[in-house]
């Protein structure tokens, strides 16, 4: 209890600081994750070559690296700045910003396939009566692909969200304050190393729990009877 009541505010903002990041790596991973499952299916071989490449470079590159890279490459090398440089918490934001791009761009790789898994669960035939009604490759892919794609692919996406939020710790290489920095900060300070283990693995199962289970009913209730 001592723990809680000299750690408590910190604990509760390292978790917002974990939940920011991962909703916001969610949001641009799915939205970018879709955009490359379309390129992966669309009949442009030069498009296809280009999104498998980045799959294999992606998903087989340790998210430390990448993370590392937003930080050092962009930033420090290349002098990438993603928040004002005059604002008093540019390091902060800036930091916050590249770990969400890194998670985003590595998290990607993993909705995109995932998608690509449900696109080929849709039946020839779906698409090629979109077609016979005049519809381009994009209209046929947004309106019947797409729909039917993400009901199948419910659970994985969930999966897949569940492991963003646990690579969330990964932004603690570049001093993002989430909940594996303070963590390592209380081992460091306070000799409670089973009590604080315990405190902050219950803080992820409270935050990957709900994920599962909500995507495993919403995948039983949205799947679709072939």
Avoid at 3 to 13: C, E, F, V
Avoid at 22 to 36: H, K
Avoid at 106 to 111: G, I, L
């Amino acid at each position: 209890m001592d723990l809680i009541s000299t750690y408590g505010a910190d604990i509760l903002k390292a978790f917002g600081t974990t939940l920011e990041l991962t909703v916001y790596s969610a949001i641009a991973s799915l939205v970018f994750g879709t955009v490359l499952a379309g390129l992966r299916v669309c009949p442009i071989p030069v498009a296809r070559a280009a999104v498998t490449v980045y799959i294999t470079i992606f998903r087989n590159t340790p998210l430390t690296l990448i993370i590392l890279f937003c930080s050092f490459g962009l930033y420090q090398s290349m002098g990438v700045k993603l928040a004002a440089s005059n604002s008093p918490t540019f390091l902060v934001d800036n930091n916050f910003r590249l770990a969400v791009l890194g998670l985003s761009v590595y998290t990607s790789a993993f909705v995109c396939e995932s998608i690509r898994a449900g696109i080929n669960t849709v039946p020839l035939g779906q698409a090629e009566a979109g077609r016979s009604l005049g519809l381009t490759f994009t209209q046929n892919l947004r309106l019947i692909v797409l729909p039917q794609a993400f009901r199948a692919v419910v659970a994985p996406l969930g999966s897949v969200l569940s492991a963003l939020t646990r690579n969330t710790t990964i932004s603690s290489v570049i001093g993002v304050a989430e909940a594996a920095l303070l963590m390592k900060t209380m081992i460091e300070n306070e000799a409670a190393l089973l009590t604080i283990g315990g405190i902050f693995a219950l803080g992820f199962l409270a935050l990957t729990l709900p994920i599962g289970l909500l995507s495993g009913y919403l995948g039983k209730r949205l799947e679709v009877v072939r």
